[in-house]
């Protein structure tokens, strides 16, 4: 049966080279033209040097920048006069044309950053009275007038990188409805008291000034824009001394939110803020400042700071007066801000140093250097919600007892991230005093212990435990969770022994709040069938990466362990990477709020019909990257019925029409929201055609059509066969047919005589045809037969004279019962025998329809001369009218027998 498809595949390779080949070539697809979708047209990128002007002309947006404009003739934006935004940056325009904003009146934003933009004069803005958005960043400004007064709908300005040297855009008011002004990396190291009196008016917000070198501040130099909320001054690098005038100066705007990133202030001191205190700053970000030393009572102008952000500095010491008069502080960060270097010692946090913070909800110590957590350090946090002290680097923490956090006992703390902490231990009772915490983190530990319960002590509102990456080193037992009734997310991946859940009762036995638990990468191999029972709430397990294929297995002694029992309501399973070649029948039975499994990574081939049944709410199913080579509706239309992503890539799948089609449809038909990379599922095993070819290349058209085709070709050599066989048939048997056949005929036209000459009188009993060679035989053999009751008609003997010979055969040849050939050699070779009494006689026997015929042989002659020559076949005649004359002369009185039967017989042809 191969041979069909192999013949059908041969035409799709030579059709699909024709049709893929044109794609190779475009493979390496580069944007030549403009994209335009939903009225925006994107011409980056394309070297261009004018504006194309083919675009629809009802575009509301153009992007042409990363181009080579050197200048934007509004001519060339005639035929767009709906342009809202207008993009062209990274050019190098030289010059804004007065005439821009005529052509597009309604132009909103223009961005013109990156450009040589040198003089920008008062006309050159004249017309953009729409514009609410302006980028001149990066550019070589020279302001000439006051170009930015008709910009009354202006709300953001951006006139960042410039080499000005004065922040005074204009002196006369105006701008009225600007909110954000970027001076950023402008060359100016003076603000003036006037400088933004052009801003009197309106309604600024927020202001970057970032890296410009500051040295002097005129007092009242913020004056005119005393709605300030913002100031970012990142990168500044301004001094102490600047910093606290700056401070005075903002004193007199409602300054909420302040940022002095990057600003080298190695030391703060007691005044540094001083000019802050009766304004209102709510957000201070200091990171990054290379800080060594506060000093006390730097921040106690700050009453009203809620988030002071301090990551990133290297300061030294903490005290009780460092954070003295934060009365207001609800998040502190302090991430690498206590760092310890290669030289200087461990920093230290004293006793109570955060007992001024009585408000504080969120503390972050992250990757700090500690030198110890002393019994008061957390002293006085009577707010604190939230302790991260992940990635901190601190000896307290590796051996853990119950003093080690006893400083949080007041403390209505909810979540404790102690991520790597390098923590080795947990002693009995170490958090029992946090009645109050829902989420511990420990993950990516060394955690080296058998949990017997007692380190969740006290725990009782804990929700969430994560220990991941513990290095395989921790060992579970029964009562491991029995203090953590409430748990609802439990993660204990790469952490557990490989034995560690082969316990009964199951260690998670107590858990009936349990939602997620992750037991992954721990290379568990044995697991017990009721390891899940009772967390009836169950909705997400995670067994990658461990070694479960053997509890699946048909052959395990004592059956495969079905540990998914008792999980009823699972939403999310992962078992990639567990080296299954096997799922049993029943393992996923009843899981039918079951949305999403993965089972990429193994050694999945066949599967079992049925085995999915139960997944009729399946959305999401990964099944890359195993030995999958055929997906069949009889396992898969159930659980693909909802599918909205579906991985099922690096496969090797048989792209035959039995294993490949229904997919393929389906695929084509899915509504699904994604198949990523199904585009890549390559068919890995033959035919050729499709070989490492996406399985959507697969023509689902050569399956239909290959019911015809497949009829086509039995019938086709099934004819052929008949072909042959009646050849053969014709060859060796032919005569049969024809024989038949012309009695057939003869009998059905009506020629027949046999029954009139069933009544007739013979004359004689047989008309003996011989050669003349074999005379002799007959008169010593046939002649004595004769009697009254049996004459002979011998031609020698009884042929009349005068009558012609042929008229004689034929006239006693009728007359005769029989016809009897004396076959010889010589008989065959007598031209009168072969051709005219042979033909006569066989004309005879078929014209009358009687077995007539008896040859009798004197010597063995192959039957193919025979017919050669007398046209007959030992086939045509009855066994009993072929006689053969034996050498042996005892058997004579048996021929004659013989003989006698032969023409004695009736004459009527019964088969
Ligand atoms: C600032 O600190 C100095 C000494 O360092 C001290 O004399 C002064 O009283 C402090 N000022 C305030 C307002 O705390
Ligand atoms: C600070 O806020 C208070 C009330 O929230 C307000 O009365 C006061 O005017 C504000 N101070 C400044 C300088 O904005
Ligand atoms: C705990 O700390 C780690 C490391 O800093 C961090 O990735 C993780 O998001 C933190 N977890 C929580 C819940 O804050
Ligand atoms: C802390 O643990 C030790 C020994 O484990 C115990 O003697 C002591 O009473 C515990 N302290 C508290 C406050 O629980
Ligand atoms: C825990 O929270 C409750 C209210 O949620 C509060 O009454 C109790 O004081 C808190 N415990 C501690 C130790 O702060
Ligand atoms: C599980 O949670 C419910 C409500 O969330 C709570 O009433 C019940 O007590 C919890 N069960 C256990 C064993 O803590
Ligand atoms: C995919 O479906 C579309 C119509 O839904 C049909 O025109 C197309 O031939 C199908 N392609 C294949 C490969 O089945
Ligand atoms: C695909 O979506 C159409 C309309 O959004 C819906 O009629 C059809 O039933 C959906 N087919 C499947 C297989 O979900």
């Given at each position: 049966?191969?041979?069909p498809?192999?013949?059908h595949?041969?035409?799709?390779?030579?059709?699909?080279?024709?049709?893929?080949?044109?794609?190779?070539?475009?493979a390496?697809?580069?944007?030549?033209?403009?994209?335009?979708?939903?009225?925006?047209?994107?011409?980056s990128h394309?070297?261009?040097?004018?504006?194309?002007?083919?675009?629809?002309?009802?575009?509301?947006?153009?992007?042409?920048?990363?181009?080579?404009?050197v200048?934007?003739?509004?001519?060339?934006?005639?035929?767009?006069?709906?342009?809202?935004?207008?993009?062209?940056?990274?050019?190098?325009?030289?010059?804004?044309?007065?005439?821009?904003?005529?052509?597009?009146?309604?132009?909103?934003?223009?961005?013109?950053?990156?450009?040589?933009?040198?003089?920008?004069?008062?006309?050159?803005?004249?017309?953009?009275?729409?514009?609410?958005?302006?980028?001149?960043?990066?550019?070589?400004?020279?302001?000439?007038?006051e170009?930015?007064?008709?910009?009354?709908?202006?709300?953001?300005?951006?006139?960042?990188?410039?080499?000005?040297?004065?922040?005074?855009?204009?002196?006369?008011?105006?701008?009225?409805?600007?909110?954000?002004?970027?001076l950023?990396?402008?060359?100016?190291?003076?603000?003036?008291?006037?400088?933004?009196?052009?801003?009197?008016?309106?309604?600024?917000?927020?202001?970057?000034?970032?890296?410009?070198?500051?040295?002097?501040?005129?007092?009242?130099?913020l004056?005119?824009?005393?709605?300030?909320?913002?100031?970012?001054?990142?990168?500044?690098?301004?001094?102490?001394?600047?910093?606290?005038?700056?401070?005075?100066?903002?004193?007199?705007?409602?300054?909420?939110?302040?940022?002095?990133?990057?600003?080298?202030?190695?030391?703060?001191?007691?005044?540094?803020?001083?000019?802050l205190?009766k304004?209102?700053?709510?957000?201070?970000d200091?990171?990054?400042?290379?800080?060594?030393?506060?000093?006390?009572?730097?921040?106690?102008?700050?009453?009203?700071?809620?988030?002071?952000?301090?990551?990133?500095?290297?300061?030294?010491?903490?005290?009780?007066?460092?954070?003295?008069?934060?009365?207001?502080?609800?998040?502190?960060?302090?991430?690498?801000?206590?760092?310890?270097?290669?030289?200087?010692?461990?920093?230290?946090?004293?006793?109570?140093?955060?007992?001024?913070?009585?408000?504080?909800?969120?503390?972050?110590?992250?990757?700090?250097?500690?030198?110890?957590?002393?019994?008061?350090?957390?002293t006085?946090?009577?707010?604190?919600?939230?302790?991260d002290?992940?990635?901190?680097?601190?000896?307290?923490?590796?051996?853990?007892?119950?003093?080690?956090?006893?400083?949080?006992?007041?403390?209505?703390?909810r979540?404790?991230?102690?991520?790597a902490?390098?923590?080795?231990?947990?002693?009995?009772?170490?958090?029992?005093?946090?009645?109050?915490?829902?989420?511990?983190?420990?993950?990516?530990?060394?955690?080296?212990q058998t949990?017997?319960?007692k380190?969740?002590?006290g725990?009782g509102?804990?929700?969430e435990?994560?220990?991941?990456?513990?290095?395989?080193?921790?060992?579970?037992?029964?009562?491991?969770?029995?203090?953590?009734?409430?748990?609802?997310?439990?993660?204990?991946?790469?952490?557990?022994?490989?034995?560690?859940?082969?316990?009964?009762?199951?260690?998670?036995?107590?858990?009936?709040?349990?939602?997620?638990?992750?037991?992954?990468?721990?290379?568990?191999a044995?697991?017990?069938?009721?390891?899940?029972?009772?967390?009836e709430?169950?909705?997400v397990?995670?067994?990658?990466?461990?070694?479960?294929?053997?509890?699946?297995?048909?052959?395990?002694?004592?059956?495969p362990?079905?540990?998914?029992?008792?999980?009823?309501?699972?939403?999310?399973?992962?078992?990639?990477?567990?080296?299954l070649?096997?799922?049993?029948?029943?393992?996923?039975?009843?899981?039918?709020?079951?949305?999403?499994?993965?089972?990429?990574?193994?050694?999945?081939?066949?599967?079992?019909?049925?085995?999915?049944?139960?997944?009729?709410?399946?959305?999401?199913?990964?099944?890359?990257?195993?030995?999958?080579?055929?997906?069949k509706?009889?396992?898969?239309?159930?659980?693909?019925?909802?599918?909205?992503?579906?991985?099922?890539?690096?496969?090797?799948?048989?792209?035959?029409?039995?294993?490949?089609l229904?997919?393929?449809?389906?695929?084509?038909?899915t509504?699904?929201?994604?198949?990523?990379?199904?585009?890549?599922?390559?068919?890995?095993?033959?035919?050729?055609?499709?070989?490492?070819?996406?399985?959507?290349?697969?023509?689902t058209?050569?399956?239909?059509d290959?019911t015809?085709?497949?009829?086509?070709?039995?019938?086709?050599?099934?004819?052929?066969?008949m072909?042959?066989?009646?050849?053969?048939?014709?060859?060796?048997?032919?005569?049969?047919?024809?024989?038949?056949?012309?009695?057939l005929?003869?009998?059905?036209?009506?020629?027949?005589?046999?029954?009139?000459?069933?009544?007739?009188?013979?004359?004689?009993?047989?008309?003996?045809?011989h050669?003349?060679?074999d005379s002799?035989?007959?008169?010593?053999?046939?002649?004595?037969?004769?009697?009254?009751?049996?004459?002979?008609?011998?031609?020698?003997?009884?042929?009349?004279?005068?009558?012609?010979?042929?008229?004689?055969?034929m006239?006693?040849?009728?007359?005769?019962?029989?016809?009897?050939?004396?076959?010889?050699?010589?008989?065959?070779?007598?031209?009168?025998?072969?051709?005219?009494?042979?033909?006569?006689?066989?004309?005879?026997?078929?014209?009358?329809?009687?077995?007539?015929?008896?040859?009798?042989?004197?010597?063995?002659?192959?039957?193919?001369?025979?017919?050669?020559?007398?046209?007959?076949?030992r086939?045509?005649?009855?066994?009993c009218?072929?006689?053969?004359?034996?050498e042996?002369?005892?058997?004579?009185?048996?021929?004659?027998?013989?003989?006698?039967?032969?023409?004695?017989?009736?004459?009527?042809?019964?088969?």
């Amino acid at each position: 049966m191969c041979s069909p498809r192999s013949l059908h595949f041969t035409w799709i390779i030579i059709v699909c080279y024709f049709l893929t080949w044109p794609h190779h070539c475009l493979a390496s697809h580069k944007k030549t033209s403009c994209n335009v979708q939903d009225g925006r047209a994107d011409c980056s990128h394309l070297s261009l040097s004018a504006i194309p002007p083919n675009l629809p002309g009802n575009i509301s947006s153009l992007d042409m920048s990363h181009n080579r404009l050197v200048g934007i003739p509004p001519a060339s934006l005639n035929p767009y006069p709906g342009l809202l935004h207008l993009d062209v940056s990274y050019n190098s325009v030289t010059k804004l044309d007065e005439h821009l904003c005529q052509t597009l009146p309604l132009l909103q934003t223009l961005n013109t950053q990156h450009n040589e933009v040198h003089l920008l004069k008062e006309e050159d803005l004249s017309h953009c009275t729409s514009l609410t958005w302006l980028n001149m960043a990066s550019n070589r400004l020279k302001l000439h007038g006051e170009p930015f007064s008709a910009l009354k709908n202006l709300k953001s300005l951006d006139v960042s990188m410039n080499k000005m040297v004065s922040a005074k855009l204009s002196s006369r008011p105006q701008l009225p409805k600007l909110v954000s002004l970027n001076l950023a990396l402008n060359d100016f190291t003076t603000l003036k008291k006037d400088d933004f009196y052009f801003l009197e008016n309106s309604a600024l917000q927020v202001l970057d000034l970032s890296s410009v070198p500051l040295k002097t501040l005129e007092p009242g130099c913020l004056k005119p824009i005393s709605g300030l909320r913002t100031l970012i001054m990142d990168g500044s690098n301004m001094g102490a001394q600047v910093l606290s005038k700056l401070c005075s100066e903002l004193s007199e705007t409602s300054i909420d939110a302040l940022s002095l990133r990057k600003n080298n202030l190695v030391t703060l001191t007691n005044s540094t803020f001083a000019g802050l205190q009766k304004g209102n700053l709510t957000f201070l970000d200091l990171s990054h400042n290379s800080m060594g030393k506060i000093l006390e009572g730097s921040f106690q102008w700050l009453t009203r700071l809620q988030t002071l952000i301090l990551a990133d500095n290297n300061i030294k010491h903490l005290t009780k007066a460092t954070f003295q008069g934060l009365k207001s502080l609800t998040k502190l960060t302090l991430t690498k801000a206590l760092a310890k270097g290669r030289t200087s010692a461990t920093p230290i946090i004293d006793d109570f140093s955060f007992q001024p913070l009585s408000t504080l909800e969120s503390l972050m110590l992250q990757q700090t250097a500690i030198r110890e957590i002393t019994a008061q350090t957390f002293t006085g946090l009577t707010s604190l919600k939230e302790l991260d002290m992940s990635w901190c680097s601190c000896i307290s923490l590796r051996d853990i007892t119950n003093k080690t956090l006893l400083s949080l006992a007041g403390s209505p703390l909810r979540k404790l991230n102690l991520t790597a902490t390098a923590m080795t231990n947990i002693n009995p009772g170490s958090f029992s005093f946090l009645t109050n915490l829902t989420n511990l983190l420990l993950d990516l530990n060394y955690l080296q212990q058998t949990l017997t319960g007692k380190e969740f002590e006290g725990l009782g509102q804990i929700q969430e435990i994560h220990m991941t990456y513990n290095h395989w080193k921790i060992q579970l037992s029964s009562t491991s969770f029995i203090n953590v009734p409430n748990l609802r997310v439990l993660t204990l991946g790469k952490s557990l022994n490989s034995n560690a859940l082969n316990l009964d009762p199951s260690p998670f036995q107590p858990l009936s709040n349990l939602t997620y638990l992750d037991l992954s990468n721990n290379n568990i191999a044995n697991i017990r069938q009721d390891m899940l029972e009772g967390l009836e709430n169950l909705k997400v397990l995670k067994l990658q990466h461990n070694n479960l294929a053997r509890l699946w297995k048909h052959a395990n002694p004592g059956g495969p362990v079905m540990f998914l029992k008792g999980a009823a309501k699972l939403m999310t399973l992962w078992l990639d990477n567990n080296g299954l070649d096997e799922i049993p029948e029943e393992a996923l039975k009843g899981l039918s709020n079951l949305r999403e499994l993965s089972l990429s990574n193994n050694l999945l081939n066949s599967l079992k019909d049925s085995v999915f049944d139960d997944l009729k709410s399946l959305r999401v199913l990964r099944l890359q990257k195993n030995l999958i080579t055929t997906v069949k509706p009889e396992v898969f239309s159930t659980p693909m019925s909802n599918l909205s992503l579906l991985v099922m890539d690096k496969n090797p799948f048989d792209c035959t029409c039995e294993s490949i089609l229904w997919f393929v449809t389906w695929l084509n038909n899915t509504n699904m929201t994604s198949v990523p990379d199904s585009a890549t599922s390559i068919c890995a095993t033959l035919p050729l055609t499709y070989f490492n070819h996406s399985i959507l290349m697969f023509d689902t058209l050569s399956c239909k059509d290959m019911t015809p085709f497949q009829a086509l070709y039995i019938l086709s050599s099934t004819a052929v066969l008949m072909l042959m066989v009646s050849a053969l048939f014709v060859r060796f048997h032919g005569w049969r047919i024809q024989f038949y056949w012309n009695i057939l005929v003869s009998r059905t036209l009506g020629f027949s005589d046999a029954s009139v000459g069933e009544g007739r009188e013979f004359q004689y009993d047989a008309y003996i045809i011989h050669a003349e060679r074999d005379s002799r035989w007959v008169e010593r053999v046939m002649v004595p037969l004769e009697n009254e009751k049996c004459r002979f008609y011998l031609e020698d003997r009884d042929a009349v004279p005068g009558v012609s010979m042929i008229e004689s055969i034929m006239e006693n040849m009728r007359r005769s019962r029989k016809i009897l050939f004396v076959v010889t050699e010589s008989l065959l070779r007598d031209p009168w025998c072969r051709r005219f009494k042979a033909h006569h006689a066989l004309h005879q026997v078929i014209e009358a329809s009687r077995d007539s015929v008896v040859l009798v042989f004197l010597q063995n002659v192959h039957d193919y001369k025979l017919s050669r020559t007398l046209f007959l076949r030992r086939g045509m005649l009855r066994p009993c009218r072929i006689l053969e004359w034996p050498e042996d002369k005892d058997r004579v009185l048996a021929f004659h027998q013989k003989l006698l039967i032969a023409l004695g017989m009736t004459n009527r042809f019964k088969e």
